[in-house]
């Protein structure tokens, strides 16, 4: 490569090496959705606690105060994507933003995780101290709120936004399926709540409500188990494990006699991955024609590579 100096050269055309960091495209139809379903669950929380205040149901009044901690997440979802899309030019983020929107995920779950605790909570509290219900009006209520539920899962659901995947590899919009999660929780617990309120009515089994409330705080703990290990291993780049990785490896083993002495791969969008990789060889090969091997799997959008010869 030519050298410059002050009396001669060409200045070095550094322009056409510079890498562009913004792997993230967004999913602007997911943010206007989750907008929507934010709206949806505000009118009904306030329904809720409005309802319960007015009838004097603490089931009803409990339930919109439940539904405002969906509410919070699902804020927390559009709040995520706006700050991606916000600072998707920042030089700050040296692999881009999308691991806002993933941090959006994570703490989402811990929302459900803390919603699950205080539905075992209150559930085990009712148990013990059963209290008058209002059936009719939180069976009316409880209904309105499924709908509400399953128009706002409907418009979350990813489906709607993403149909393909890059190669082999599928992967999720982690905010978006946060918010799903939540408000997919919040109509099985009002399925629950119906089917204990309609049983306690007709035969006066007044402790299924309470039980169902048990029942549906370990299906939250669940899922919110499944995205915390999710979403905490793209925060914390442990993906050494996924296929991506042994596809690299393998592509280096059968083209090139080279050793592969180092490796680092991190997701940095949805089907994207960075990846750097250092290799000890005898032979001739440059870190272009590494690259050029490696460029056959799509997902892979930042690569660096490091040749030592010896």
């Known amino acids: 490569m030519p050298i410059s100096t002050a009396t001669g050269a060409q200045p070095c055309p550094s322009d056409q090496w510079r890498h562009n960091h913004n792997f993230n495209q ?50 927390l979802a559009v709040l995520a994507y706006g700050a991606a899309r916000h600072f998707a030019q920042s030089q700050r983020f ?18 459900l995780v803390a919603i699950a605790g205080l539905m075992l ?11 008058p219900i209002y059936y009719d009006q939180a069976i009316a209520l409880a209904c309105v709120g499924l709908t509400v539920n399953l128009v706002c899962a409907w418009l979350l659901k990813e489906d ?10 599928s992967h999720h919009d982690l905010n978006l399926r946060a918010a799903y999660i939540h408000v997919i929780t919040d109509a099985v617990t009002s399925v629950l709540a119906i089917i204990a309120l309609i ?46 990785v042994e596809e690299i490896s393998s592509v280096i083993a059968n083209q090139f006699s080279a050793k592969v002495t180092d490796i680092h791969v991190a997701r940095v969008a949805q089907h994207k991955y960075s990846c750097s990789l250092a290799l000890a060889t005898t032979n001739n090969i440059t870190a272009d024609a590494v690259r ?19």
Not at 97 to 108: C, D, N, V
Not at 231 to 236: D, E
Request: charged share 10%; aromatic share 8%.
């Open 26 to 75: 967004g999913n602007p139809l997911a943010e206007r959705n989750t907008r929507w379903a934010l709206l949806l669950t505000l009118v009904m929380m306030v329904a809720e606690i409005t309802g319960g205040w007015v009838f004097n149901s603490m089931a009803l009044l409990a339930d919109g105060w439940h539904m405002s901690s969906h509410a919070l997440a699902l804020g």
């Open 94 to 111: 040296s692999l881009g933003t999308w691991k806002i929107e993933i941090l959006g995920g994570y703490t989402s779950a811990l929302f």
């Open 121 to 131: 909570f209150q559930s085990i509290a009712r148990l013990l101290n059963p209290s």
């Open 160 to 169: 709607h936004h993403h149909h393909g995947h890059s190669h082999s590899h």
């Open 199 to 244: 049983g306690g009515k007709l035969w006066g089994a007044s402790w299924l409500d309470p039980v169902m409330g048990i029942v549906g705080a370990i299906v939250v703990c669940v899922w919110a188990y499944g995205l915390l290990r999710e979403t905490s291993g793209i925060l914390l780049d442990a993906e050494m494990d996924k296929p991506i």
């Open 292 to 310: 050029q091997a490696l460029s056959v799997h799509k997902e892979l959008v930042h690569i660096t590579v490091e040749i030592n010869h010896y």
